[in-house]
């Protein structure tokens, strides 16, 4: 679909996209085709071959974002500690989210560190939980349509560590902390700093959103939100670490939409399935078809600015201490550490197995990027055969 409309859509809107997302549009049109190089593989058994070609590897590609989750998901699975773990979701209003519609890198940042800060502090508190806590966050800025709808999804061990590190605090079974409370300590600290940013002249409007650009209107927009109740979710806990990396895997590399949602690619637009949270039981998946331009609009609306890591992690999980901090939380639960083997395992034949016999596939053949792909069968010591039928 970018192959086919891409183009067009560039020149419709030239001066309007940013180079990201330009760069963004070139990596999926280009992933898995001779553009980016590839290679020649051949049956060790029955010499079938066929061309494979290089990935883009963009994260915010459908496509090459299996790999690099499962990579991430092995480095992650010797952090998991032996307790119920809980799924918390921190939204921003409507109203807030025009405003990081037009400065995303600021806004989502502020996202971020308004929403940790909001679960250490009250986590922290004696007349909650009282104990130091580890969180995975993940950032999605899209709802279930593609529209603009920024969200943090944190994973949170159910308890932390004492003040004095001398013992582990658990939480209650199905209840780590109050989400009325995180809700309102989260508005005060993300209006606060939003503010300030107005007030240092460090956010930006444009179109029907510049009349922002002024204080009292500014202050007006957000008067609403001040008095609104700003949505927290607290998911029950996890049924054990396995159950974990899957919500996992699921999340924290996901793009915009998947290849798997998508029905038809016609004149008429792209038709694809969605979730309308509004409805209940089997009403909630729905079938969407928009325009092409549009299913691309909204498609970009979610290319991150660069260098932006949206998977941060805080409190026992944060930075080069963390090791230290889990090591600390395994000796007070009483559980092993993970044994640390320092050989180097083989790597995973990532490569499917010959379509005909199931045999080995192999490289013989290395073809770079932009350059003339083979036509037939390479040459090889052994001839080379197309599979009998």
Same mark, same amino acid.
């Given at each position: 679909?970018?192959?086919?409309?891409?183009?067009?859509?560039?020149?419709?809107?030239?001066?309007?996209?940013?180079?990201?997302?330009?760069?963004?549009?070139?990596?999926?049109?280009?992933?898995?085709?001779?553009?980016?190089?590839?290679?020649?593989?051949?049956?060790?058994?029955?010499?079938?071959?066929?061309?494979?070609?290089?990935?883009?590897?963009?994260?915010?590609?459908?496509?090459?974002?299996?790999?690099?989750? #499962?990579?991430?998901?092995?480095?992650?699975?010797?952090?998991?500690?032996?307790?119920?773990?809980?799924?918390?979701?921190?939204?921003?209003?409507?109203?807030?989210?025009?405003?990081?519609?037009?400065?995303?890198?600021?806004? $989502?940042?502020?996202?971020?560190?308004?929403?940790?800060?909001?679960?250490?502090?009250?986590?922290?508190?004696?007349?909650?939980?009282?104990?130091?806590?580890?969180?995975? !966050?993940?950032?999605?800025?899209?709802?279930? !349509?593609?529209?603009?709808?920024?969200?943090?999804?944190?994973?949170?061990?159910?308890?932390?560590?004492?003040?004095?590190?001398?013992?582990?605090?658990?939480?209650?079974?199905?209840?780590?902390?109050?989400?009325?409370?995180?809700?309102?300590?989260?508005?005060?600290?993300?209006?606060? #700093?939003?503010?300030?940013?107005?007030?240092?002249?460090?956010?930006?409007?444009?179109?029907?959103?510049?009349?922002?650009?002024?204080?009292?209107?500014?202050?007006?927009?957000? !008067?609403?939100?001040?008095?609104?109740?700003?949505?927290? $979710?607290?998911?029950?806990?996890?049924?054990?670490?396995?159950?974990?990396? !899957?919500?996992?895997?699921?999340?924290?590399?996901?793009?915009?939409?998947?290849?798997?949602?998508?029905?038809?690619?016609?004149?008429?637009?792209?038709?694809?399935?969605?979730?309308?949270?509004?409805?209940?039981?089997?009403?909630?998946?729905?079938?969407?078809?928009?325009?092409?331009?549009?299913?691309?609009?909204?498609?970009?609306?979610?290319?991150?600015?660069?260098?932006?890591?949206?998977?941060?992690? $805080?409190?026992?999980?944060?930075?080069?201490?963390?090791?230290?901090?889990?090591?600390?939380?395994?000796?007070?639960?009483?559980?092993?550490?993970?044994?640390?083997?320092?050989?180097?395992?083989?790597?995973?034949?990532?490569?499917?197995?010959?379509?005909?016999?199931?045999?080995?596939?192999?490289?013989?053949?290395?073809?770079?990027?932009?350059?003339?792909?083979?036509?037939?069968?390479?040459?090889?010591?052994?001839?080379?055969?197309?599979?009998?039928?």
């Amino acid at each position: 679909m970018f192959r086919a409309a891409g183009p067009g859509y560039r020149v419709a809107h030239a001066g309007h996209l940013s180079l990201q997302q330009l760069k963004v549009m070139s990596a999926i049109e280009h992933c898995r085709t001779a553009a980016l190089g590839g290679h020649v593989e051949a049956c060790e058994d029955c010499g079938q071959w066929r061309i494979a070609y290089n990935s883009c590897r963009n994260r915010h590609c459908p496509k090459c974002q299996g790999a690099a989750a #499962r990579t991430w998901l092995a480095e992650r699975e010797a952090d998991l500690l032996p307790v119920g773990y809980f799924h918390v979701v921190f939204t921003l209003p409507a109203e807030v989210a025009v405003i990081a519609f037009h400065n995303k890198a600021l806004v $989502y940042d502020l996202l971020f560190k308004a929403a940790s800060e909001t679960m250490l502090t009250i986590a922290a508190d004696p007349k909650h939980l009282g104990a130091r806590i580890g969180i995975t !966050a993940v950032l999605h800025t899209w709802g279930s !349509a593609m529209t603009h709808h920024p969200h943090v999804h944190m994973i949170v061990p159910g308890g932390g560590i004492a003040p004095d590190a001398s013992r582990w605090i658990s939480s209650r079974p199905a209840f780590l902390l109050p989400v009325r409370v995180l809700g309102k300590l989260f508005r005060r600290l993300f209006l606060t #700093r939003l503010v300030a940013l107005h007030d240092a002249g460090r956010l930006a409007f444009f179109g029907s959103a510049a009349h922002l650009a002024d204080h009292r209107a500014f202050l007006r927009h957000l !008067a609403p939100v001040k008095k609104k109740r700003w949505v927290v $979710y607290a998911k029950p806990p996890f049924a054990g670490p396995e159950a974990v990396l !899957a919500y996992l895997s699921r999340y924290t590399h996901r793009v915009a939409i998947s290849n798997r949602r998508l029905i038809a690619f016609e004149e008429a637009g792209v038709t694809f399935r969605y979730k309308d949270y509004r409805r209940d039981g089997t009403d909630r998946l729905q079938v969407m078809t928009l325009a092409t331009d549009e299913f691309i609009r909204r498609f970009l609306l979610h290319v991150l600015p660069r260098g932006f890591h949206r998977i941060r992690h $805080y409190g026992l999980l944060a930075g080069s201490a963390h090791k230290a901090s889990l090591a600390r939380a395994r000796e007070l639960l009483g559980v092993a550490a993970p044994p640390e083997d320092d050989t180097p395992e083989e790597p995973a034949d990532a490569r499917p197995p010959c379509s005909c016999c199931g045999g080995r596939m192999i490289v013989i053949e290395v073809f770079e990027r932009w350059r003339r792909q083979p036509r037939g069968p390479p040459n090889a010591s052994a001839p080379i055969r197309e599979c009998a039928p």
